[in-house]
């Protein structure tokens, strides 16, 4: 399974670091996506990052301010979230795709953790 922590509340302008923790399992041949989904919106996808740690891929919105990372000795991967916008508040989900390479579509994943909440407000 998958275990998100590290959300909460925080200011505009401020940071978060997320964590995703596997148990059963290890991470170092999954490719590894994170997605959130605000209140009345679809699911989108952050970022993600291959099994072999290439070049991690942003969204456009969240290009510059976060930073995909992973430990594989840790069995974890990060998400720091900096420069938080109001419009960043949602539901933060890791997820694994067994295939290693990782994307941005979300039916791609074959197992989720069952998400933070990051809340970002003044």
């Known amino acids: 399974q998958l275990v998100e922590s590290g959300g909460g509340l925080v200011q505009p302008g401020g940071s978060l670091k997320l964590s995703c923790a596997a148990s059963?399992?290890?991470?170092?041949?999954?490719?590894i996506g994170w997605f959130r989904q605000a209140p009345g919106k679809e699911r989108e996808g952050v970022s993600y990052?291959?099994?072999?740690?290439?070049?991690?891929n942003y969204a456009d919105s969240v290009e510059g301010r976060f930073t995909i990372s992973r430990d594989n000795a840790k069995n974890t991967v990060y998400l720091e979230m900096n420069s938080l916008k109001p419009e960043d508040t949602a539901i933060y989900y890791c997820?694994?795709?067994?295939?290693?390479?990782?994307?941005?579509?979300?039916?791609?994943?074959?197992?989720w953790g069952q998400g933070t909440q990051v809340t970002v407000s003044s």
């Open positions: 059963g399992f290890t991470l170092d041949y999954y490719g």
């Open positions: 997820a694994v795709d067994a295939s290693g390479w990782g994307t941005f579509r979300s039916y791609e994943y074959d197992i």
């Open positions: 990052i291959s099994s072999g740690g290439g070049r991690p």
